[in-house]
Structures are given as structure tokens and as C-alpha cells.
């Protein structure tokens, strides 16, 4: 069973930053890909970021020039987040996919954007 450990969210203003740190139970060569979801109040689970083992990097157009995912280690992953804005609010979670094809998720962390 694969386990995520999510960290790094909190409340921050306007304009400040973030860094989201999640790692994974599994060995990094088990990993096809690593992502971070948001989902705000009331509206669905999209995807923010993703970085898959080759090293091929996605970003929402939303986060596109703010937001930075980066791995920390073989199975673990930073989203480096800039220039917040109150849009960015929302529940935070953890994705990894195996080549196996086996997908989990964390518990998700919360970032909250507000003056």
C-alpha cells in the first residue's frame, strides 16, 4: 500500500509564498509520475502540476511562471508556489502513479491565500 506524507500548507497573504512538500512509501523507479491536485470549495479536484519520472514537467495555465513542482528525492516532490493569489486557495493533495498502475492520493493540506 502505497503512503503519501504531505506538508507545507498555511495561511498566507497576497502576493507571499508556499512550499508544498509530499514524499512516497515506494521506491522513486516505481514511479511514473508525481502531481499535486487543488480543489476548492465547492468545485472539483484539478490538476496543479505534475512531474513524471523522464523528467517531462505539466502546469495548470492558472500556475504557469508562479508555480515550481521539482522532485526532492527519487520519491519525493516539492511544488514551490509564488506570487499567491486568493484564487489559489483550496485543499492541496498529493497524487503519485505507479508504472504498476497504481494510483494514490495524500490527505491533502490546506492553502489558504487571504489578506
Known amino acids: 500500500q502505497v503512503q503519501l506524507v504531505e506538508s507545507g500548507g498555511g495561511l498566507v497573504q497576497p502576493g507571499g509564498s508556499l512550499r508544498l512538500s509530499c514524499a512516497a512509501s515506494?521506491?522513486?523507479?516505481?514511479?511514473?509520475?508525481m502531481g499535486w491536485y487543488r480543489q476548492a470549495p465547492g468545485k472539483q479536484r484539478d490538476l496543479v502540476a505534475q512531474?513524471?519520472?523522464?523528467?517531462?514537467i505539466y502546469y495548470a495555465d492558472s500556475v504557469k511562471g508562479r508555480f515550481t513542482i521539482s522532485k526532492a528525492a527519487a520519491s519525493s516532490t516539492y511544488l514551490q508556489m509564488n506570487s499567491l493569489v486568493p484564487e489559489d486557495t483550496g485543499l492541496y493533495y498529493c497524487?503519485?502513479?505507479?508504472?504498476?498502475?497504481?494510483?494514490?492520493w495524500g490527505q491533502g493540506t490546506q492553502v489558504t491565500v487571504s489578506s
Open positions: 497524487n503519485v502513479r505507479l508504472y504498476s498502475g497504481t494510483v494514490a
Open positions: 515506494v521506491s522513486g523507479s516505481s514511479i511514473q509520475a
Open positions: 512531474i513524471f519520472g523522464r523528467g517531462n
